[in-house]
């Protein structure tokens, strides 16, 4: 009977590793010419980013440095808002070498001169201070702000608060970026048409804004908090739609789909299933550039031009439940964090 039931785990174990092997080798192969042609039309149909600016929050890596290369290769004027300016150097060069950049290529805000260029500046969203300080830096050097992806965040972590308090989660990847947009907004409102996209999670659907407890005080669960700064995101996205009406500068929310990127940091996956996960990884998640098409896309693209509030996967309007289509909680929400961040005191 173990025995039997060994056979048929080995069988299946194997049988799913050669599917799995399968299903990337061929439709890789197949796609190899297919996403040329498609490359090659998208390139026709390009939107080039020359004399844009474009600032990308978490851009050393993942979706926010796949989202930057291609936005560079459009030859925007790219600024990675990072925490860790060794990180972002390194990343930087790796871009630059990628695109035959010139490593000194940076300046004062003006155009770009028919290539794109690259500005690695410092920005810790666990930190209003640090948030204050980029904002500060962004009005005194960058004449406009075509596009501000708030693309950062962590996932996951246990239990850590914010410099100034927050639970993580909830602090980093809404807090901070809701700072952030606040205080970019006057540049982007006089740059207009311009374009803000949050990027959020298909996880939103687990969360709830719980206002008695939004540090995590009373109860800390890992996955609620991410579901939490998730639905957060989108929340945000529709009240500022609402606010932004009438000003030229659009506003929307995507989620990436499962990404192959470092954003499982936090996770501790055992040993011996690090093998198997590796493979599913390789056999179903998307590459970082997949998974950024819609960053991309919501960025540049003109069939986006003056749509706001909306949700969007794989480049396409999605519907949202009804969690993340509450009005009053996302007033609420909004009230509650213009106070917390100190906008409002
Ligand atoms: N991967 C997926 O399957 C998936 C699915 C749904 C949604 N998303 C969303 O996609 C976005 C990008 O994540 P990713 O998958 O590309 O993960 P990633 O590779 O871990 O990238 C996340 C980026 O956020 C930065 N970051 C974290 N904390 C920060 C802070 N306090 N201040 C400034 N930057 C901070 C990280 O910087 P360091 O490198 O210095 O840590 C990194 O650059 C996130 O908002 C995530 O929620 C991802
Ligand atoms: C944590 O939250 C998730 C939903 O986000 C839920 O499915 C899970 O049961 C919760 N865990 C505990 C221990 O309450």
Redesign the pocket.
Known sequence: MAATAAAVVVAAAVGGGLLLLARRLWPAAAAGKGSATAAAAAAAALCWMEGKTVII?????????AAAAELLRRRARVIL????LA?AEEAARELRAEMGLSSRERGGGGGSGGRGELVVRH????SLGSVRRFCQQVLQEESRLDVLIN?????QCPYMKTEDGFEMQFG??HL?HFLLTNLLLGLLKSSAPSRIVV?????YKYGEINFDDLNSELNYNKSFAYSRS?LANILFTRELARRLENTGVTVNVL?????????G?HIHIPLLAKPLFNLVSWAF?KT?LE?AQTSIYLASSPEVEGVSGKYFGNCKEEQLLPNAMDDLVARKLWDISEVMVGLLK
């Open positions: 929050t978490g851009a050393n890596s993942g979706l926010g440095r808002a990072c925490r860790d990180r920005l810790d969203l666990a693309n950062a965040g962590i996932f980093v990847n901070g990027v959020s999670s298909k996880l998730k989620h990436p789909g499962i990404v192959r990127t470092n954003l940091r998640f970082p998974g």
